[in-house]
């Protein structure tokens, strides 16, 4: 009994031991990524995209010929780099000052170039639009007649407006006016713009309806609309590469890159065939503009909402806009994210993000991101119609190498720990009832080949828990899947799986090895 007793302890005094290994192992994995130099950060987020393929592997496998990002920190451009190239079997090299079409991010810079209105009071949020437009007008339908398309509506795309969406117009063809778009008339490619639901009743994206605001604007101030929205934001924000104007400068055009469009097989294998850069309608995805220029955008309306700076809005306006619209509407599919009045807002834990994407025909892919309590952006534009995954790809590795995933790094380290722990806990009780098991099947005279194999199948379940637990980690985060996109590269399952126990850490095997042979 008394030697009974005394395996036991040494065996809780083993698991101990082995158990505060693993919680220090993760400890030092805390540690060591307390305070890295920005050079090890884009390092880290270069080379972190699938565990050891880099940005270059990631941007032939997604066929994403270039893209540019910038990073703001601590409400600071912490850095901007461009990567690949301008054209496909080009040798021009993308910069962080090359120049993208924004596609729909171009909505969140109109919504602030219109709640700046608003706060000098020549826009009310709640009036309906049609007291305030004088070229145009909202149609009067039975939709209209029940709720008001009011502007508040329209930045939250919840006033009824139908989709509005249109291809661009390629060199050569003729460009209409915003009069034609807005009614759908030649040379437009686009549906007329109207009201097509009950205004107020459900959310629904609409470009149509950011087309609304921009004649709204242009109508109240009497200004070309990129003559508002540049001394509204463009200006004051420092975003000196940016524009809605079509018709590009020498210097602008100069640093534009090409777009390459949805033949993804036709473009790789000739690089002639690719997409040629169209006009779009200003407002909803006109936007011009640079990697660096986006998060000087996101740092002024982070600033903003932190009562630190006012140069495009106030405080209350940035919190107005980064609030979730309030009424009890249904959301669209896929949209079924907050919407405020421009971002769309995603809750990561006790933190809400705003967000924004953007597609641009022929073949332009762009995202802008932010956090407001941490000061934190991301902006990066590519200049390929294959660039989303690259995209979510790149967002992850970033989280990743900042921290942010699944919180901070403490909350990282912690959970690192607590799921070795969890494994090292599963497999002692585990192997117990195994040690239990073989020792009935030795009393009832079973012989040693059917003891292996029953030994072998426990083993192998302990295995397979193992790399679902560490694929949890390697692939979304503790806390990850809420923000981050699920990673869908194409391996299989067994081979994620193999590659979660290859990368796991060595002591957990010894820690098996010790538990089910002692």
Same mark, same amino acid.
């Given at each position: 009994?008394e030697?009974n007793?005394?395996a036991?302890?040494?065996?809780?005094?083993? @698991?101990?031991?082995?158990?505060f290994?693993l919680?220090?192992?993760?400890?030092?994995?805390?540690?060591?990524?307390?305070?890295p130099?920005?050079?090890?950060?884009?390092?880290?987020?270069?080379?972190?995209?699938?565990?050891?393929?880099?940005?270059t592997?990631?941007?032939?496998?997604?066929?994403?010929?270039?893209?540019?990002?910038?990073?703001?920190?601590?409400?600071?451009?912490?850095?901007?780099?461009?990567y690949?190239?301008?054209?496909?079997?080009?040798?021009?090299?993308?910069?962080?000052d090359?120049?993208f079409?924004?596609?729909s991010? #171009?909505?969140?810079?109109?919504?602030?170039?219109?709640?700046?209105?608003?706060?000098?009071?020549l826009?009310?949020?709640?009036?309906?639009?049609?007291?305030?437009?004088?070229?145009? &007008?909202?149609?009067?339908n039975?939709?209209?007649?029940q709720s008001?398309?009011?502007?508040?509506?329209?930045?939250s795309?919840?006033a009824?407006?139908?989709?509005?969406?249109?291809?661009?117009?390629?060199?050569?063809?003729?460009?209409?006016?915003l009069?034609q778009?807005?009614?759908?008339?030649?040379?437009?490619?686009?549906?007329?713009?109207?009201?097509?639901?009950?205004?107020?009743?459900?959310?629904?994206?609409?470009?149509?309806?950011?087309?609304? +605001?921009?004649?709204? =604007?242009?109508?109240?101030?009497?200004?070309?609309f990129?003559?508002?929205?540049k001394?509204?934001? /463009?200006?004051p924000?420092?975003?000196?590469?940016?524009? @809605?104007e079509?018709?590009?400068?020498?210097?602008?055009?100069?640093?534009?890159?090409?777009?390459?469009?949805?033949?993804? *097989?036709?473009?790789?294998e000739?690089?002639?065939?690719?997409g040629e850069?169209?006009?779009?309608?200003?407002?909803?995805g006109?936007?011009?503009?640079?990697?660096?220029?986006?998060?000087?955008f996101g740092?002024?309306?982070?600033?903003?909402?932190?009562?630190?700076?006012e140069?495009?809005?106030? &405080?209350?306006?940035?919190? =107005?806009?980064?609030?979730?619209?309030?009424?009890?509407?249904?959301?669209?599919?896929?949209?079924?994210?907050?919407?405020? =009045?421009? /971002?769309?807002?995603?809750?990561?834990?006790?933190?809400?993000w /705003?967000i924004?994407?953007g597609?641009?025909?022929?073949?332009?892919?762009?995202?802008?991101?932010?956090?407001p309590e941490?000061? /934190?952006a991301?902006?990066i534009?590519?200049?390929?119609w294959?660039?989303?995954? %690259?995209?979510?790809e790149?967002?992850?590795? +970033?989280?990743?190498?900042?921290?942010? *995933?699944?919180?901070?790094?403490?909350i990282?380290?912690?959970?690192?720990?607590?799921?070795?722990?969890?494994i090292a806990?599963?497999?002692?009780?585990?192997?117990?009832?195994?040690?239990?098991?073989?020792?009935? %099947?030795?009393g009832?005279?079973?012989?040693?080949?059917?003891?292996?194999?029953?030994?072998?199948?426990?083993?192998?379940?302990? %295995?397979?828990?193992a790399?679902?637990?560490?694929? #949890?980690?390697?692939?979304?985060?503790?806390?990850?899947?809420?923000?981050?996109?699920s *990673?869908?590269?194409?391996e299989t399952?067994?081979?994620?799986?193999?590659?979660?126990l290859? @990368?796991s850490?060595?002591?957990? *095997?010894?820690?098996?090895?010790?538990?089910?042979?002692?």
């Amino acid at each position: 009994m008394e030697r009974n007793g005394s395996a036991n302890m040494r065996k809780k005094v083993y @698991f101990g031991i082995s158990v505060f290994v693993l919680v220090l192992i993760g400890s030092v994995r805390m540690a060591a990524s307390q305070s890295p130099s920005i050079e090890e950060r884009i390092r880290s987020v270069e080379t972190g995209l699938l565990l050891t393929e880099t940005i270059t592997d990631r941007m032939e496998a997604h066929n994403v010929p270039g893209f540019s990002i910038a990073v703001v920190n601590d409400f600071k451009l912490e850095w901007a780099k461009g990567y690949g190239v301008m054209q496909l079997g080009g040798n021009r090299r993308v910069t962080r000052d090359s120049l993208f079409q924004a596609g729909s991010v #171009s909505k969140p810079v109109t919504a602030v170039g219109a709640l700046h209105c608003v706060e000098r009071e020549l826009i009310d949020l709640d009036e309906n639009v049609n007291d305030k437009l004088e070229s145009w &007008q909202v149609p009067e339908n039975e939709f209209t007649a029940q709720s008001k398309v009011t502007l508040r509506r329209l930045l939250s795309h919840t006033a009824g407006v139908n989709q509005g969406l249109n291809r661009g117009y390629a060199p050569g063809e003729e460009i209409p006016t915003l009069l034609q778009a807005l009614d759908g008339e030649p040379p437009a490619n686009s549906l007329p713009v109207r009201v097509d639901r009950v205004p107020g009743t459900e959310q629904y994206y609409s470009n149509g309806g950011y087309l609304i +605001i921009v004649q709204l =604007l242009q109508d109240v101030l009497d200004k070309p609309f990129n003559e508002v929205m540049k001394e509204a934001v /463009f200006i004051p924000a420092g975003m000196t590469s940016s524009t @809605f104007e079509q018709t590009l400068s020498a210097e602008l055009a100069a640093r534009v890159a090409i777009p390459h469009g949805w033949d993804v *097989l036709s473009w790789r294998e000739s690089p002639g065939l690719v997409g040629e850069t169209h006009v779009h309608d200003p407002g909803y995805g006109g936007l011009w503009t640079t990697a660096p220029d986006l998060a000087r955008f996101g740092i002024e309306i982070m600033k903003a909402y932190q009562g630190e700076s006012e140069l495009i809005l106030t &405080q209350g306006m940035a919190n =107005l806009m980064l609030t979730p619209v309030t009424e009890d509407i249904p959301m669209q599919e896929p949209f079924d994210v907050d919407q405020g =009045l421009g /971002f769309m807002l995603q809750n990561l834990g006790q933190e809400t993000w /705003f967000i924004h994407f953007g597609g641009s025909f022929p073949g332009y892919i762009s995202v802008l991101l932010g956090q407001p309590e941490r000061g /934190f952006a991301v902006a990066i534009l590519t200049n390929s119609w294959s660039g989303y995954e %690259l995209i979510w790809e790149i967002l992850y590795s +970033i989280f990743y190498a900042y921290g942010i *995933l699944p919180t901070t790094n403490q909350i990282f380290g912690l959970a690192y720990s607590l799921l070795l722990f969890l494994i090292a806990f599963l497999f002692w009780r585990v192997s117990f009832v195994a040690r239990q098991r073989r020792t009935k %099947l030795e009393g009832e005279g079973l012989d040693r080949k059917q003891n292996s194999i029953a030994t072998i199948a426990t083993l192998t379940i302990m %295995l397979t828990v193992a790399a679902i637990l560490v694929l #949890s980690l390697l692939y979304r985060g503790p806390l990850g899947g809420g923000l981050v996109h699920s *990673l869908n590269t194409g391996e299989t399952v067994l081979t994620k799986a193999l590659l979660g126990l290859f @990368f796991s850490t060595p002591i957990i *095997l010894v820690v098996l090895t010790y538990n089910i042979w002692k």
